[in-house]
């Protein structure tokens, strides 16, 4: 019984054994990513060197030291003794991105221990919160606060000169935050700063009103003035469109014009053969009665002619004291158309009577040559009424010529 716990325990303590040795063996083995530059080491002495692989790590006599060549970061917040020109401390945190390009050269320059005081990282916190120190103490606290881009340009020549002989080199430098550690200051900037943004903000809001105003008063404007060109070409369609409807009015009236014209004239032409035939009618008529008048006439006239002739002529053969007879019958007819107001006779009254009889003797003496004149003029008369007779009625106008 006790020979087999013996051997129990002397098997047990050989698993123990194989276990802690494959896993002391598993601890040393190292697996390397291809972005990581591996340098090893066996006894102070560099073995290999590159970028990746795996390999197993003697104990006490290997040693590995592994630089990262992707970019990396390094956050710093610099707070102790950084003040601005007018002696206000302030705080200030940043990123700082760096790669190495030469890892080789950057094995020797610094050191990729964290546990050492030359570490890489802890080089460039102090390195940059130096840099920040100077440059803050020659800015005023609002440049320090606005003005990053002076903070960032010299941090990142200053480190790009410092880490140009290490095989490192500065990508860039990003001012995370700047605070005033004075919390009255602070507060008073803060206030100051905040009556500028509402300051900064209602005059951007003002321009921006004023630009929207002046950018609606263009729109309306154009679209005032398109509206005015849709209205004025609308007007001239319609404008057209009355002068084409005119134009066509103005064809239908001038061919209703010349219809009613050809239509009158004809009427004209027919109206006026018509009044012709008429005019011709009654101008053959008129002639006819004309004629027939003139004939009358001339009967007439021989008549009265012939009556006057045979008068004259029984005036001629008659007794003188008949035709005396006659003359003194018709002295009260004479005297009668003489409108006698008076009547002197000359002489005395014995021979008042004798004066008249010798005025009426001589009158009677001159009866004769009177009777033969007469009968003279009665012939005269007698041949002119045969002539007018012989003429020919006038050929009357016809109503045409009239118009």
């Known amino acids: 019984m006790a020979i087999q716990l013996t051997v129990g325990l002397i098997v047990a303590g050989i698993g123990v054994f194989v276990l802690l040795f494959l896993i002391f063996l598993i601890s040393r083995y190292r697996k390397f990513k291809t972005n990581e530059y591996v340098i090893r080491f066996r006894n102070g002495k560099i073995k290999s060197a590159g970028k990746g692989g795996r390999c197993f790590l003697m104990p006490i006599i290997d040693e590995v030291v592994i630089i990262p060549t992707t970019t990396q970061q390094t956050f710093l917040e610099a707070s102790e003794k950084v003040v601005s020109?007018?002696?206000?401390?302030?705080?200030?945190?940043?990123?700082?991105f760096w790669k190495v390009v030469k890892p080789e050269i950057a094995f020797t320059a610094v050191s990729w221990e964290q546990k050492e005081s030359d570490y890489i990282e802890k080089i460039i916190k102090n390195a940059a919160e130096s840099i920040i120190r100077t440059t803050c103490a020659n800015m005023p606290l609002e440049h320090i606060i606005r003005e990053r881009?002076?903070?960032?340009s010299a941090v990142s020549k200053e480190l790009h000169e410092l880490m140009a002989d290490w095989g490192i080199?500065?990508?860039s430098v990003e001012v995370k935050d700047v605070e005033v550690l004075n919390k009255v200051l602070k507060n008073n900037m803060e206030a100051s700063k905040q009556i500028q943004e509402e300051e900064t903000a209602r005059l951007r809001r003002a321009g921006m009103d004023e630009?929207?105003?002046?950018?609606d008063l263009e729109?309306?404007?154009?679209?005032?003035?398109q509206e005015q060109t849709v209205q004025l070409e609308i007007q001239r369609e319609a404008k057209n469109r009355e002068i084409e409807v005119q134009k066509l009015e103005m064809t239908r009236t001038e061919?209703?014009?010349?219809?009613?014209?050809?239509?009158?004239?004809i009427e004209a032409d027919a109206e006026f053969e018509r009044m012709k035939r008429i005019a011709d009618g009654d101008r053959l008529a008129l002639i006819?009665?004309?004629?027939?008048?003139?004939?009358?006439?001339k009967e007439n006239l021989i008549a009265e002619a012939e009556g006057i002739l045979e008068q004259v002529k029984s005036l001629a053969q008659a007794d003188p004291k008949f035709f005396q007879l006659k003359i003194v019958e018709m002295l009260p007819e004479i005297y009668k158309q003489l409108n006698v107001d008076k009547m002197f006779i000359m002489g005395d009254g014995q021979k008042a009577f004798s004066s008249l009889a010798e005025s009426i003797i001589p009158f009677l003496t001159v009866?004769?040559?009177?009777?033969?004149?007469?009968?003279?003029?009665?012939e005269k008369l007698v041949e002119e009424s045969d002539s007018k007779a012989a003429i020919k009625p006038k050929k009357l106008a016809s109503p045409e010529a009239k118009k």
């Open 255 to 265: 061919i209703d014009a010349n219809t009613q014209r050809k239509k009158i004239t």
């Open 288 to 297: 006819a009665k004309a004629q027939g008048e003139a004939a009358a006439v």
């Open 85 to 96: 020109r007018e002696f206000q401390d302030v705080s200030v945190s940043a990123f700082i």
């Open 367 to 378: 009866l004769p040559e009177i009777t033969g004149k007469s009968l003279q003029f009665s």
């Open 169 to 171: 080199v500065v990508i």
């Open 219 to 225: 729109v309306n404007r154009k679209t005032g003035i």
């Open 211 to 215: 630009i929207t105003r002046l950018r």
């Open 149 to 152: 881009s002076e903070i960032i």
